[in-house]
């Protein structure tokens, strides 16, 4: 009996340090875990899960292989193998494993949104409304898949809708990073520049330290610059087109106007740098020391 609410104890000890954002200190307790019960699946599977947000995918990615080894079709492990593979950038396995994963566990709403951001990836936005929709069946009140849904209207042109599904995520949540970090991609896609930066300042004022969210910020005070969103246009324009249509549009454009594109290529670097110097001199001032 004191065994086992000596386990339990532990097991909340390192549910908290991962709260904490203490992941040496849980990794430490999660082995200790393993020591005292070496065929449990799921002490494998959170070992795994403390260092997938620790981002060391290779160690989430070998816990979690040890946890499915002794239960094939444990839960949590395959909960931690989608969002390493996903967050390492390893797409192909993502999708591999989130097929299994969603076998296992049909009813994560997670296993819906990360389906969708692989929609997105691949440019199909239809299919990314339909996985984010499934995830709003199972968890109809999280505010970050109502973002992400108010970023796939925008994707698909269907403003409006994009901004009332805003206004309902913002309603339900106002202290998550990510969230406001999805708000401002759907305000760029829908032309709100003041929204967007908006949400970009809210976001960076919650996780300063975040990789992407200050260069998401970054990228949206050049933005703030008239002259270099006109010039980004073109780009805009080419996200929504397939390859083989880019190719064609490429070559025609070169072919006929071509001194009008290396004209506009050379506008485009000098504008880009002579913004991002602008904006860095403003938020660090003349220092160019790496930060």
Do not use: C
Not at 277 to 288: A, D, N, Q, T
């Amino acid at each position: 009996m004191i065994y086992k609410e000596t386990t339990e104890l532990r097991y909340r000890k390192v549910q908290q340090l991962l709260e904490w954002k203490r992941y040496k200190e849980a990794i430490n307790e999660a082995h200790e875990l393993i020591r005292e019960e070496p065929e449990d699946a799921y002490a494998f599977a959170l070992l795994g899960l403390i260092h997938t947000h620790a981002e060391d995918y290779p160690q989430a990615l070998h816990w979690s292989a040890e946890a499915i080894r002794r239960e094939p079709e444990n839960e949590l492990a395959w909960f931690v193998r989608v969002n390493a593979y996903y967050d390492s950038s390893n797409f192909k396995a993502t999708a591999e494993a989130l097929q299994e994963a969603q076998r296992i566990d049909p009813y994560q709403p997670h296993y819906y949104f990360i389906a969708a951001n692989l929609s997105l990836k691949k440019g199909n936005f239809p299919e990314a409304k339909e996985h984010v929709e499934g995830a709003l069946e199972l968890s109809p009140e999280n505010p970050l898949y109502i973002a992400m849904l108010s970023y796939v209207e925008a994707l698909l042109g269907r403003h409006d809708v994009s901004r009332s599904l805003a206004r309902s995520s913002l309603r339900l949540e106002v202290e998550s990073q990510m969230n406001y970090l999805m708000l401002a991609w759907a305000a760029d896609r829908r032309g709100d520049h003041e929204d967007y930066l908006h949400m970009l300042k809210q976001a960076i004022h919650l996780d300063p330290d975040d990789k992407q969210i200050r260069e998401e910020y970054i990228a949206g005070l050049q933005k703030s610059y008239r002259l270099y969103r006109i010039l980004l246009a073109p780009f805009k324009l080419i996200k929504r087109m397939k390859p083989w249509q880019i190719l064609v549009t490429w070559m025609v454009a070169w072919l006929l106007f071509r001194p009008l594109v290396i004209v506009f290529l050379v506008l485009y670097v000098l504008i880009h740098w002579s913004t991002k110097l602008l904006v860095h001199v403003k938020l660090f001032g003349w220092s160019f020391r790496r930060r």
